[in-house]
């Protein structure tokens, strides 16, 4: 919740200390898939991370209030740490990203949301830039 410096974010930093309180990397169900969590397990992992250091927060609002009252860190995209009034900072040495699939009951209805809709889609999921282009 504090000031970001806009330097990247070292999971080295989170490493634990004698005399220092350890802090977490929270992450939101919608990010408990394994491209996202087991990648950022590995990195704390790699990091000498206690395996308690990386969790899975019930919702996003656990997460966040998990961020503002023990000063843990929340795995989210800079949309949402704008919309809860948090600094954010990229995560160094992991390239993470949210992945979406279109599913319907019919191949035509799936293509009507890709083609059609498309942009109003990735801008309600935050996967849009100002202008309206799908990132």
């Given amino acids: 919740a504090a000031a970001g410096t806009g330097k990247p974010f070292r999971v080295d930093d989170l490493r634990p200390a004698r005399g220092r309180p350890s802090r977490r990397i929270v992450i939101q169900p919608e990010d408990d898939v394994p491209h996202i969590s ?64 279109v599913a319907a009951l019919s191949g035509a209805d799936a293509e009507h949301v890709r083609a059609d809709l498309a942009p109003h889609v990735a801008r309600v999921l935050g996967a849009a830039d100002p202008e309206g282009e799908s990132r």
């Fill in 38 to 101: 087991d990648a950022l397990r590995r990195l704390g992992h790699r990091a000498a991370l206690l395996p308690a250091q990386v969790t899975v927060a019930a919702s996003l609002i656990a997460a966040a209030s998990e961020a503002l009252r023990a000063g843990d860190f929340l795995l989210c995209s800079a949309a949402q740490a704008a919309d809860l009034g948090l600094a954010w900072r990229p995560l160094a040495g992991a390239p993470l990203a949210r992945g979406y699939s």
